[in-house]
């Protein structure tokens, strides 16, 4: 596989379940990201990881837990969300330096009934 | 002041037509300004990118135009093809790893 890849593509779960997100790259990059993409709004930075250190972290709520394994690897970590966390949630990758680009996966659509 | 302000929300060319997308920033520290097409169920791709040092880059069909004393820049796509319907996100980047997008122009080009 090439690029960013993210599992699973949709999930749809209830306020009271536990669930994680994957995201994998596959592009030796540093560092990796979280994204929220809500309809009509910008995206969100969530978290940025560094060599698999936190290295961005905007005032998410605990509910969303970040994990970084290695740096191939990221997770989101997610328990009792409310309705009006149902986004696209999108991982993307970068070399870390200051005129690089960053790689985004297809993203995981997530409902929160 | 982190802001990006990106206009118009939606926009409808005829094939051909030039396409043109417009962005303003308030944060003199951002220093790298790309542009982003993000298809249906797919995540945004990398288009063209700009420095503040630099005024005009052209890529292909698309240039960015940028305005550093007006604290602006644009997006033009020229000879628009239905192919190019998508949406379409500024961004500025602060520092190494902080990016603040706009909200996106969705773009329709009719055959």
């Known amino acids: 596989e090439t690029g960013v890849t993210q599992t699973p593509r949709h999930l749809v779960m209830g306020m009271t379940n536990k669930k994680s997100l994957k995201c994998e790259q596959h592009l030796g990059h540093n560092a990796m990201y979280w994204y929220k993409q809500s309809a009509k709004k910008p995206l969100e930075l969530m978290f940025v990881y560094s060599l698999e250190e936190r290295v961005e972290n905007n005032s998410v709520p605990s509910r969303f837990s970040p994990e970084c394994p290695n740096s191939s690897h990221l997770f989101l970590h997610l328990h009792t969300l409310q309705p009006e966390d149902s986004a696209l949630y999108l991982c993307a990758s970068s070399q870390g330096t200051n005129t690089d680009t960053q790689y985004f996966g297809p993203g995981t659509r997530l409902t929160v009934l | 002041q982190q802001q990006v302000k990106q206009s118009p929300q939606s926009l409808i060319v005829q094939k051909g037509g030039i396409s043109i997308i417009n962005c303003a920033y308030e944060n003199t520290a951002f220093d790298y300004f790309p542009w982003y097409q993000q298809f249906p169920g797919k995540g945004p791709a990398l288009l063209i990118a700009?420095?503040?040092?630099?005024s005009e880059k052209k890529e292909g069909r698309f240039t960015i135009s940028f305005n550093k004393s007006a604290k602006q820049f644009s997006l033009h796509i020229m000879d628009s093809q239905p192919g190019d319907s998508a949406t379409y996100f500024c961004?500025?980047?602060?520092?190494?790893?902080?990016?603040?997008f706009g909200t996106g122009t969705r773009l329709k080009v009719l055959a």
């Open positions: 700009i420095r503040p040092d630099v």
């Open positions: 961004a500025a980047k602060l520092g190494t790893y902080k990016y603040i």
